[in-house]
């Protein structure tokens, strides 16, 4: 079993920053992502930003040059910085990863794992 376990979110004024955090524990023999995902209530879930085992990045056209994303591979973590927060940041986000964990006998395979969100809310 993997689990990934968020940190951050909360309330903030439009122009401002949060920090999201999420670390993945168990069985994990290795992550070939991690990302970051919201749902405004109404919308669907998209994606916000993603990043490779390797460090690639990509995000959202939406949040480009306000958030980063980073990772660390030895640690199993993900981080998102969010500045110049608007109102329409406000969402439930979602750590996800792709991770690589035993299967049978032998062999390992990559299954997807969410987190169980954390509440933004950005005021006007």
């Known amino acids: 079993q993997v689990q990934l376990v968020e940190s951050g979110g909360g309330l903030v004024q439009a122009g401002g920053s949060l920090r999201l955090a999420c670390a993945a524990s168990?069985?994990?023999?290795?992550?070939?992502?991690m990302g970051w995902y919201r749902q405004a209530p109404g919308k669907q879930r998209e994606l916000v930003a993603i990043?490779?085992?390797?460090?690639?990045?990509n995000y959202a056209d939406s949040v480009k040059g306000r958030f980063t994303i980073s990772g660390d591979n030895a640690k199993n973590t993900v981080a998102l910085q969010m500045n110049s927060l608007k109102p329409e940041d406000t969402a439930d986000y979602y750590c996800?990863?792709?991770?690589?964990?035993?299967?049978?006998?032998?062999?390992?395979?990559?299954?997807?794992?969410w987190g169980q969100g954390t509440q933004v809310t950005v005021s006007s």
């Open positions: 168990g069985s994990i023999i290795s992550i070939n992502t």
């Open positions: 990043i490779t085992s390797g460090g690639s990045t």
């Open positions: 996800a990863a792709s991770v690589v964990v035993r299967y049978g006998y032998g062999s390992a395979r990559p299954i997807d794992y």
